[in-house]
């Protein structure tokens, strides 16, 4: 069995809280949480990609509750415009000065939701944000909040009247995850909670109760245990063999005759950090093939696109990755 | 004086009937114009040319009514030298004859060149034949394609396709291994050798995704421990890589 040092326990021991502190609430997205905190772990961003009513806002609500992080919610839509995200300057009729408005970009966790709906200007000046950490108000800079974490949300279906985000956008993203429906089992479980919800007095009236009035209880650990959780991410043993594993697959995504475009070396940074972070939350020092194939679709999925011929006879890119992934171990 | 007077009376009774009738004469080729000639009666027109054969070429230019007749002006081109009757080359009833001559400036028993005539091309077949030769070259050029291909993905994959089964490519890295030979680029290739001999192994496991593979393996009865083994080998930061150990750890694979 692995070696595994305090430190790490310890660290594995509170996120395992967080992980179960959002079980609680939402049920049968644990692989998503595991991602979330991934995500949040390395100072990347999220791209969910799932139909409506899987709970996505429900989950980064709670996962910022559960880590007592600041939360805001931005639904993009075609008329919203970069000042809307960032903020801006407005006139103060009282001083005859302008002063500076901050916009919902100014806190931890950013959900934008349906990131395909607004105007390319728009997600660029989130995308801007997102790599840069800063946004620019006026003639002034504002760093943005630590740690900030934008889980954005775009659904795979319904693409009329969207615009589509470019690859070099995509692979800003660290992590691009798919949300599938729960399990049967896990279905049954939500609806067996929903009967409970109940209704909620309101002076006198009332209303029904949602997840959302769930949302309780102290948050787990403080601000110093999530830095230190970075931080002992930070140093999870990365082998060379691994290195090469992780060199291996990324360049045969540049050589299959089936991509007309493979994963830049930034998937590859990004399997790395991404592999030490789920290291991490498997109580483990060292990353090992597991996290590179457990991670190697969400990190990579999104950063390669299939040749025309590859599409014209009907392929995948999921297929095509699965093959690549299939070959490197046989 | 009397002799003014005869040349005075000679000059206004212009020349005598009979004594200035010239024919139309033109070069072979060029076009001669004959104009107001009356025909008495119907309309007539040109004969149509059937052939090569007739030695003028006659367009009518204008017709103008006349009384019991027409007037026509023709324009004849002249293929053949010679005094010709332009009435041998009009349809109608009652035409008067029409001289005319086609001179040359030619030598006369001018040999004429040969007609050309179109040439035989060789009989290849018949249309059966020539379906069937056509059909078999459409064949030839389809199972041309397919080959084509069909061997394009394999050669754009010459370097990732094992020409080797999984175990001889095992085999010599197992050894190298326990002599402790191995780069790491090797051992990078021995782990995922040793994970292709397990999937090899379980085909069950092998059906499934290689994210969800991997952690089956790492759960198998048989498979986990040597693998986990292995990892700690590779990847841990306190890795036992001692002679005794990796024989152990390898031993499996050795056969």
């Not at chain 1, 931005?74 to 302008?98: A, K, V």
């Not at chain 1, 299959?256 to 020092?285: F, N, V, Y």
């Not at chain 2, 078999?136 to 010459?158: E, F, M, Q, T, Y």
Request: charged letters at 25%.
């Amino acid at each position: 069995m692995s070696t595994v040092h305090s430190p790490v326990t310890e660290t594995t021991e509170y996120l395992q809280a967080i992980r179960e502190r959002v079980g609680t609430i939402v049920v049968g997205q644990d692989v998503v949480v595991e991602r979330m905190l991934i995500a949040l772990l390395t100072s990347g961003h999220l791209l969910l990609e799932g139909m409506p009513g899987l709970a996505k806002t429900l989950l980064v609500n709670t996962l910022a509750k559960a880590m007592h992080l600041n939360f805001r919610r931005i639904q993009f839509t075609i008329d919203l415009l970069p000042s809307d995200i960032i903020g801006s300057e407005i006139l103060d009729e009282r001083t005859g000065g302008f002063r500076t408005h901050r916009g919902p970009a100014f806190t931890n966790l950013l959900l934008a939701d349906e990131i395909n709906r607004a105007a390319p200007k728009v997600q660029g000046a989130l995308l801007e944000a997102m790599q840069e950490r800063k946004v620019t108000i006026g003639n002034e800079s504002y760093p943005l909040p630590t740690p900030f974490l934008v889980i954005a949300t775009q659904n795979p279906i319904e693409q009329s009247g969207t615009f589509e985000l470019p690859e070099a956008q995509l692979d800003r993203f660290m992590l691009c995850h798919r949300l599938g429906y729960p399990t049967a089992e896990d279905e049954e479980e939500i609806l067996r909670r929903n009967l409970k919800l109940g209704v909620k007095r309101e002076g006198t009236g009332a209303v029904a109760r949602t997840e959302f009035d769930l949302i309780q209880g102290e948050a787990i650990g403080s601000e110093a245990d999530l830095v230190a959780a970075m931080e002992a991410a930070n140093h999870i043993h990365v082998s060379d063999v691994f290195l090469k594993h992780v060199v291996d697959v990324v360049e045969r995504t540049r050589k299959h005759p089936d991509l007309e475009l493979g994963c830049s070396p930034r998937a590859g940074i990004s399997l790395l950090k991404s592999s030490r972070s789920r290291a991490l939350l498997h109580g483990r020092d060292y990353v090992i093939p597991e996290d590179l194939f457990a991670l190697a679709e969400d990190v990579m999925l999104h950063r390669i696109r299939l040749s025309y011929e590859a599409l014209a006879e009907g392929k995948t890119a999921s297929k095509v990755l699965r093959e690549i992934l299939e070959e490197s171990i046989s | 004086m009397n002799r003014r007077l005869v040349i005075a009376l000679l000059l206004i009774a212009g020349p005598l009937p009979g004594a200035g009738e010239s024919v139309p004469t033109q070069r072979v080729g060029r076009p001669l114009e004959i104009r107001d000639v009356y025909i008495p009666g119907g309309e007539v027109k040109p004969k149509p040319r059937r052939d090569r054969e007739p030695p003028l070429v006659v367009r009518i230019l204008a017709i103008k009514p006349a009384k019991d007749g027409s007037r026509y002006d023709f324009e004849v081109q002249g293929l053949e030298p010679g005094r010709h009757d332009l009435a041998d080359f009009l349809e109608g009833d009652g035409i008067p004859g029409i001289p005319l001559e086609i001179t040359t400036s030619l030598p006369p028993g001018l040999a004429h060149p040969h007609p050309n005539e179109p040439a035989v091309l060789p009989d290849l077949g018949g249309y059966r034949t020539k379906m069937i030769v056509l059909g078999s070259i459409w064949a030839a050029g389809l199972v041309a394609i397919l080959l084509w291909r069909k061997k394009k993905p394999a050669r754009a994959n010459d370097d990732t396709i094992a020409t080797a089964s999984l175990a001889d490519r095992l085999r010599p890295l197992v050894s190298q291994a326990a002599t402790g030979q191995l780069s790491t680029d090797d051992r990078a290739k021995l782990e995922r050798l040793i994970i292709g001999h397990w999937r090899e192994k379980r085909p069950e496991i092998a059906a499934l995704a290689p994210a969800e593979a991997m952690i089956q393996l790492r759960h198998d009865t048989e498979a986990a421990p040597l693998l986990r083994a292995l990892e700690q080998w590779l990847h841990s930061r306190t890795s036992n890589s001692s002679a005794p150990a990796l024989e152990d750890l390898l031993a499996p694979y050795s056969n």
